[in-house]
């Protein structure tokens, strides 16, 4: 028993010490470095987030400006998007960060965090 138990106490604090899953924020830095962005460049960042109508769309955009993004609304079919821009590194723990609080915030308001992209230069 105390084999059993000092293995999964073992377990558990190796999946620790490797840190956070870094989630598909890495992965999608790392296919954009391999498609030629240089790693560590400061790139405009587009956040997406669905609403099935604007009330919800309109809160976050407000508190996304209030977190220094430029957010713009947007018709969607039936629905709206509220798409969020800022120039910044592209780094898989803010990112990673972005999506789990900005979600959480479109989530209170009726929406979803649909992910983010790299706005190509005009």
Same mark, same amino acid.
């Given at each position: 028993?105390?084999?059993?138990?000092?293995?999964?106490?073992?377990?558990?604090?190796?999946?620790?010490?490797?840190?956070?899953?870094?989630?598909?924020?890495?992965?999608?830095?790392?296919?954009?470095?391999?498609?030629?962005?240089?790693?560590?460049s400061t790139q405009e960042v587009e956040l997406v987030f669905a609403f099935p109508a604007a009330d919800g769309a309109k809160k976050l955009c407000k508190r996304l400006k209030a977190e220094s993004f430029i957010p &713009?609304? *947007? @018709?969607?079919?039936? %629905?709206?998007?509220? $798409?969020?821009?800022?120039?910044? &590194?592209? *780094? @898989?723990?803010?990112? %990673?960060?972005?999506? $789990?609080?900005?979600?959480?915030?479109?989530?209170?308001?009726?929406?979803?965090?649909?992910?983010?992209?790299?706005?190509?230069?005009?």
């Amino acid at each position: 028993m105390r084999q059993i138990v000092f293995g999964i106490l073992l377990g558990l604090a190796l999946v620790g010490c490797s840190g956070e899953d870094p989630g598909p924020d890495a992965a999608q830095i790392e296919d954009l470095v391999d498609d030629g962005m240089a790693p560590g460049s400061t790139q405009e960042v587009e956040l997406v987030f669905a609403f099935p109508a604007a009330d919800g769309a309109k809160k976050l955009c407000k508190r996304l400006k209030a977190e220094s993004f430029i957010p &713009v609304l *947007e @018709a969607a079919g039936e %629905g709206m998007l509220c $798409r969020a821009r800022r120039k910044m &590194v592209p *780094e @898989a723990t803010v990112l %990673g960060d972005y999506r $789990r609080r900005f979600g959480a915030w479109a989530k209170s308001f009726g929406g979803e965090y649909q992910g983010w992209s790299i706005v190509a230069a005009e």
